[in-house]
């Protein structure tokens, strides 16, 4: 079977300290990916084993280290675990996570970058912090409150804790839009104390074909943000 390759929608803003450290993705992978963005990151499986790899753009993360340059834009791209034409895990929440895997490489951003990426799915705060599902995850509004004023605590005192980073999915929406998959109620916290340094890492299972991407961007578009 070929690999077929995912990119995510966005762009993100990394710190070069962090890309600089990643091998060289190798030449059999660089090969099938098709992008011509200037820096390009392969997210690997952690749990096969798998290291994120520098697909292009090693001079210019050199240059933005000698030039005290705080952050570059980066494109991620992941080997999708969907075959290409499976249209069902796209709508299937269920089915979609059988095939989710996750790097644990972490990157640094801004909260500011984050936010005007509009990925969230919703905001979290003390009013509704684990309003989730009464059915999977019901917490009595003491427990809620109390889970929510830890965290914050935590926040407050520590900064925001790296081992903790927001995950975000690549193509989790339909197999086309990036997501927050995990963290709102880290961010919520972080808006309220106006932290700005971040940590997040990226998870993906597929993507659609380009030709299907551009005809859904327009309907998801029209859709809430909080869909699937």
């Excluded at 992008?35 to 392969?42: A, K």
């Excluded at 109390?146 to 605590?153: A, C, G, H, I, T």
């Excluded at 903790?164 to 916290?189: E, N, Q, Y």
């Amino acid at each position: 079977m070929s690999i077929t390759f995912g990119y995510s929608s966005e762009v993100y803003f990394i710190e070069p300290q962090d890309i600089i450290e990643l091998q060289d993705t190798s030449l059999e992978k660089i090969s099938g990916i098709k992008t011509n963005h200037d820096i390009v990151i392969l997210i690997g499986n952690t749990n096969q084993g798998e290291q994120d790899s520098l697909v292009c753009g090693r001079e210019i993360i050199k240059h933005a280290i000698n030039n005290d340059i705080s952050h570059v834009p980066v494109k991620f791209a992941f080997i999708s675990q969907i075959s290409r034409w499976n249209i069902l895990p796209y709508l299937l929440k269920k089915l979609r996570n059988k095939y989710k895997f996750e790097s644990k490489k972490v990157y640094h951003t801004t909260l500011n970058h984050l936010r005007n990426l509009h990925i969230e799915r919703g905001f979290r705060n003390a009013e509704n912090a684990y309003v989730i599902s009464e059915r999977r995850w019901y917490m009595t509004p003491e427990v809620r409150a109390n889970r929510y004023k830890e965290l914050q605590s935590s926040i407050q005192k520590n900064g925001f804790n790296d081992k903790f980073p927001i995950s975000i999915m690549l193509c989790r929406r339909f197999g086309i839009k990036d997501s927050v998959d995990d963290g709102h109620h880290r961010i919520g916290v972080c808006v309220e104390n106006n932290i700005e340094r971040i940590a997040i890492h990226f998870r993906a299972a597929g993507a659609l074909p380009r030709i299907v991407q551009k005809i859904g961007n327009k309907i998801i578009k029209i859709l809430p943000k909080h869909h699937v």
